[in-house]
Nanobody
Framework: QVTVAESGGGLVQAGDSLRLSCAAS????MGWFRQAPGKEGEFVAA????????SYAESVKGRFTISRDVAKNTVYLQMNSLKPEDTAVYYC??????????????????WGQGTQVTVSS
């Protein structure tokens, strides 16, 4: 049984930083997605099970960093220079595997409950 659980959301001001955490039940490929009110969900970032490969959406490149602590089976999303348009519910997800592939397009089928990130202007 693969489980993932996010934590770390909150209310911050534009320009601030925030770090999200995602605890998984094992070492798998992991991704972060977000959904803003009235908008479709979108890919944010992903990291391979080994931590060697990462992928980012263009909108967050240079501001967000995904990383993982292998010993803790935890993935982090460090978000810097936050903007109001980053406001969304952020979800952690896993494909439950260690297979290769395009990180953005893996079969993410295990999802957390989401954590709210609100960036005020």
């Amino acid at each position: 049984q693969v489980t993932v659980a996010e934590s770390g959301g909150g209310l911050v001001q534009a320009g601030d930083s925030l770090r999200l955490s995602c605890a998984a039940s094992g070492r798998f490929n992991m991704g972060w997605f977000r959904q803003a009110p009235g908008k479709e969900g979108e890919f944010v970032a992903a990291i391979s099970w080994s931590g060697v490969s990462t992928s980012y959406a263009e909108s967050v490149k240079g501001r967000f960093t995904i990383s993982r602590d292998v010993a803790k089976n935890t993935v982090y999303l460090q978000m810097n220079s936050l903007k109001p348009e980053d406001t969304a519910v952020y979800y952690c997800a896993s494909d439950g595997s260690i297979t290769g592939g395009t990180l953005k397009s893996l079969g993410y089928r295990y999802w957390g409950q989401g954590t709210q990130v609100t960036v005020s202007s």
